[in-house]
């Protein structure tokens, strides 16, 4: 551990805990004077690189105190410890510990008095929630951050649920110009929880879609529980108010004057900024289209044209997807306001975004070499919900085959498994996106899981409900099949492939259809000198 790696000195440590040093001898009530600071906080054993603190929390089937010696011989700076366990270490761990009379709630301590440095350092906070898009516009916003050259956190993967949020903030530096933080849930009441700790300045709620409706019952109630996150915001100063970016819509998804209204309940200085496609929007998407990209192998382009308030603005995403475009533009919305009055800036940051690429497993797309065959896989492996995977089955439609090298129509494959957390009427969400992707263009359709093989039974027995895809079907129709596992739609799709083939893969991340994925890449390993 370095001075230059300290992210909490032993003041901030004992100011933010709210206890001094303490009689260690008789009584331990605070930090060990062998604790200087910490480069970080960690609650996973494996992850000590050196200098972190251990947070040892008791689960039902593990104990983290049992890990104690472990991280502590591995280089770490210290652990909390329950203070009626710090007497079953040696002294030389001891010499290590911070009692803790509840861990989870020191933890908040914590993260509460880091977010009070943050911002008297003067450094903005925005939390980014939605049903669709989250993690695309984090990743969005955070490349820009970084090509700006701005000090900033970013919350890692999987961190964004009551306790991944506070743990991200204790690993974020008290000097930060920006902290993006990824807010996730699937019941009521935890972004409330989230919210009281990060209270951001800026929230983006980029939709509200079906995921989680099994827990939360309609989509008013999705709405709602989004909404949570938009009642504890930074609002002590007038001259800079909090922020509510929102989608607007029309029909069975528009919440933005639900959503708006109740921010500014509570918040009446505070500014509300519509983003969608609508001529009533203040970030609009007027058009996004593919363009075959000029300096890559296969890959092209999104070219998008928007309006940013006043301003008219045509840019390039190294990606595809509507969807993305609309991503693009919460992001660039809550960058505006991470700099306020820099409007100009939104030109730089546009021209940044150019070169950002999705992440592993949402939507990103690779040209692979398998023996003589050339294909092009796009992975949407990550997740899956009722509105990612019409816009899925809608790009897939209209992939532009680059460099594929042929002049005849590359077939397209869909690679469709079960989605998750949809509540009572999961079979009918799955009848729909089926239905849906038999009418899509797709000249093979993979189903795996025993949602997704329902409702392909089902569309045999009793045809399609009528719901189209645009463009309609020109080719032949698409030939289905259906798989209880992963394994059996590999073996199936290593028959059928053949050269100029573009699959895409989608479904929800407990289904491991990535294991797909990864097969096509390691058979284009296989194939590389």
Known sequence: MTENNIIWSREQLAEGLGHDLGDWVRDPVGISSDITGATGFVIDSRQINGGEIFLPLVGKNQDGHDY?????????????????????????????????????????????????????????????????????????????????????????????????????LLNSPADIKAGVYECGMNHAG????????????????????????????????????????????????????????????????????????????????????????????????????????????????????????ARELNYYLKTHGKHQALNSLFALAGLRYLWIDEDAAVVQH???????????????????????????????????????????????VNYVEPALGSSKKARKIAILGDMKELGDKELEYHKEIVDIAQRSGAYYLIFVGHLMKQAWEHFLLHGSAGTVVSPPRTEDPGRGMAFDNVDEAIAELNKIIVRYDIIMVKASKAMGLVKIVKHLQNKANENQP
């Open 68 to 168: 104690i010696e472990q991280v502590i011989k591995n280089g770490a700076a210290g652990s909390l410890c329950l203070r009626d366990r710090v007497k079953n270490y040696s002294p030389d761990i001891q010499k290590k510990l911070i009692a803790s009379d509840d861990v989870m709630a020191d933890i908040k301590k914590l993260a509460h008095s880091r977010r009070k440095e943050i911002h008297k350092n003067r450094g903005k906070v925005l939390a980014i929630t939605g049903s669709v898009g989250k993690t695309s516009v984090k990743e969005m916003v955070a490349h820009v951050l970084e090509k700006s050259g701005k000090k900033y956190y970013k919350s890692p993967a999987n961190q964004n649920n009551t306790l991944g949020v506070p743990l991200c």
């Open 190 to 309: 935890e972004l409330r929880e989230i919210g009281e700790t990060l209270c951001p300045d800026i929230v983006i709620i980029t939709n509200i879609r079906e995921n989680h409706i099994g827990y939360l019952g309609s989509l008013r109630g999705i709405a709602k529980a989004k909404g949570e996150l938009l009642e504890h915001m930074m609002d002590d100063n007038p001259f800079d108010p909090p922020v509510a970016i929102l989608e607007k819509t029309s029909g069975q998804y528009d919440f933005f004057n639900l959503l708006s209204g109740e921010f500014k309940n509570r918040h009446p200085h505070g500014e509300v900024i519509s983003v969608g496609e609508g001529d009533f929007c203040d970030v609009r998407l007027k058009s996004a289209r593919a363009e075959v990209s000029a300096d890559a192998e296969y890959n092209f382009n999104i070219s998008a044209q928007f309006k940013f308030f």
């Open 350 to 396: 546009a021209q940044q975004l150019s070169t950002y690429g999705a992440p592993s497993g949402r939507g990103n797309s690779e040209l692979l070499k398998i023996g003589n065959k050339r294909i092009v896989l796009i992975d949407e492996s990550y997740n899956a919900a009722p509105a990612s995977m019409k816009a899925a089955l809608q790009n897939l």
